[in-house]
Structures are given as structure tokens and as C-alpha cells.
């Protein structure tokens, strides 16, 4: 299975400044359909994950435009332009590439 | 607005089995997927299995397909997870989701004795 590797596990940032996550899968993402399965998640205390990125650049309807997703084949990042106070949360990507979809263990930010 | 709801939390004792719902709204539900995935208390998404609620094909996680059955019910807009001969590392929320993009609100499941 594709391992998807996080870093960094915790990500202390401060309000205003931008922070980025890495995620490394273990085999290219790339779809022989010429798409590239890689999601971001966002979990708040509490809450039920959220979808934030798709095909790891899209970002879903109503999420802030401070969040941006980059990268290709094996490396992918999350970014956050500047901070605030309602980003934090866990955030974790998943690839939807190859069965079984995987996630990665998950990045805590932290204020 | 899409709205996956799913059932009540449940304790059950190890070797047990466990059957969660999630019920779908506002939105065609055998135009897409329904998607498991559980979080262990303080760990990370753990992703189960898939359904394709059009055909029931499946594809579930290598060390669950033993295990877990995912099923739907098109009458009512349903899909089912069941997991069987439960054990005290089965205790978390378990999560349905439509493909990936739109979440229920957890299910709890304990596995106790």
C-alpha cells in the first residue's frame, strides 16, 4: 500500500505568519487517468474531518483562499498564507490514487 | 444540502459484532460512494473501506477485509458498516463519508467487557 508521510507532526505558528505541511507518499500519485488523488483534510477539536484541497491543488467551496495545495508525484504541500486563530486544527492528506487509500498520521497546529 | 447522518453510539462486549448507519440526503445516492474511515481516542483518520453504492462493489483495507462488511440500502439511501468479532483496539469514531468530500458526525463505537 502507499505510505503517506507528514511533516511536521506538530507545527507550532504564530497568528498572522504563513505555515506550510509536507506529505510524501511512497509511489507517485499520478493517475494513469492523468489525475493526481491527493486531498487535504482539515480537523478542528470535536469536529468531523473537512475536506479542504482536492487532486492536490483545488480547493473546495468555501475554503478561505489563504489555503493553497502544491506539488506533484511523491511530494505535495499544504500552505497557509497567514494564520488565524480558527486554523488550528489537525490537518492530513490522503491519497485516492491506488486501493487502499491511505492518510498520513496527521499534522497538529498549534498557536 | 448534502447530510450524511449516521447512528446512535454503541458499547459492545469483545467478540461482538457492530452495525453503524449512515443515512444520506440531498443528493443522488447511487451517484456516488460511500466512504469509512475510524480515528482510534487521540489518534489519526484510518481509512476502512469503500462502497459503490451503484453496484456494492467494495474495496476495503487489507487488514479489516476479514472483518468488515459495508453494504447499502438504495430504498432508503443507506449504507451500513458492520464489523465483526470486535476487539478493545476497535474502540473509536467511526466516520461515513460521500466519496470523501462531505462527512457525517461520527458514530462511537467501545468495545468493552
Known amino acids: 500500500e502507499v505510505v503517506m508521510t507528514q511533516s511536521p507532526l506538530s507545527l507550532p505558528v504564530t497568528l498572522g505568519q504563513p505555515a506550510s505541511i509536507s506529505c510524501r507518499s511512497s509511489?507517485?500519485?499520478?493517475?494513469?487517468?492523468?489525475?493526481?488523488?491527493l486531498n487535504w483534510f482539515q480537523q478542528r477539536p470535536g469536529q468531523s474531518p473537512r475536506r479542504l484541497i482536492y487532486?492536490?491543488?483545488n480547493r473546495d467551496s468555501g475554503v478561505p483562499d489563504r489555503f493553497s495545495g502544491s506539488g506533484s508525484g511523491t511530494d505535495f504541500t499544504l500552505k497557509i498564507s497567514r494564520v488565524e486563530a480558527e486554523d488550528v486544527a489537525v490537518y492530513y492528506c490522503?491519497?485516492?490514487?491506488?486501493?487502499?487509500?491511505?492518510f498520513g498520521q496527521g499534522t497538529k497546529l498549534e498557536i | 444540502q448534502v447530510q450524511l447522518v449516521q447512528s446512535g453510539a454503541e458499547v459492545k462486549k469483545p467478540g461482538a459484532s457492530v452495525k453503524v448507519s449512515c443515512k444520506a440526503s440531498?443528493?443522488?445516492?447511487?451517484?456516488?460512494?460511500i466512504t469509512w474511515v475510524r480515528q482510534a481516542p487521540g489518534q489519526g483518520l484510518e481509512w476502512m473501506g469503500w462502497i459503490n453504492t451503484y453496484s456494492d462493489d467494495t474495496n476495503y483495507a487489507q487488514h479489516l477485509q476479514d472483518r468488515v462488511i459495508m453494504t447499502t440500502d438504495t430504498s432508503t439511501n443507506t449504507a451500513y458498516m458492520e464489523l465483526t468479532s470486535l476487539k478493545s483496539d476497535d474502540t473509536a469514531v467511526y466516520y461515513c463519508?460521500?466519496?470523501?468530500?462531505?462527512w457525517g458526525q461520527g458514530t462511537l463505537v467501545t468495545v468493552s467487557s
Open positions: 490522503m491519497q485516492g490514487t491506488q486501493w487502499p487509500y491511505t
Open positions: 463519508a460521500r466519496e470523501v468530500d462531505s
Open positions: 440531498g443528493y443522488t445516492f447511487t451517484n456516488y460512494g
Open positions: 487532486n492536490f491543488s
Open positions: 509511489q507517485s500519485l499520478l493517475h494513469s487517468d492523468g489525475n493526481t488523488y
